[in-house]
């Protein structure tokens, strides 16, 4: 079965840092697409970063640009997620899922869309 683990939430203060793992196993990794997506309360899981697994492209929400920054060990299977400058309004739960890559997927990584298969999530909370 499909599984994606996440790890590395906690409490930080503004202007920390943390870094997020999603471990996968149930598929072959560099078939898809990573994203990291996030849920704080009262909002709406917005996307955060996607990465292609298999030629290292990237995307990144304008709101963390620059300060956070994704990428893929493939041979661990395993994603991460660099936050550094870390905010009081990161704070929300991190999801990771997952996206078979196909012809296209510009289009849909731009929109953060198509991802099918999501990990439980890490609570990440940032302190004033």
């Known amino acids: 079965e499909v599984q994606l683990v996440e790890s590395g939430g906690g409490l930080v203060q503004a202007g920390g840092s943390l870094r997020l793992s999603c471990a996968a196993s149930?598929?072959?990794?560099?078939?898809?697409?990573i994203g990291w997506f996030r849920q704080a309360p009262g909002k709406e899981r917005e996307g955060v970063s996607c990465i292609n697994t298999r030629d290292g492209s990237t995307r990144y929400a304008d709101s963390v640009k620059g300060r956070f920054t994704i990428s893929s060990d493939n041979a661990k299977n395993t994603v991460y997620l660099q936050m550094n400058s870390l905010k009081p309004e990161d704070t929300a739960v991190y999801y990771c899922?997952?996206?078979?890559?196909?012809?296209?997927?510009?289009?849909?990584?731009?929109?953060?869309?198509?991802?099918?298969?999501w990990g439980q999530g890490t609570q990440v909370t940032v302190s004033s």
């Open positions: 149930g598929f072959t990794f560099d078939d898809y697409a």
């Open positions: 899922a997952a996206r078979r890559l196909s012809p296209g997927w510009s289009y849909y990584s731009a929109r953060f869309a198509g991802f099918g298969f």
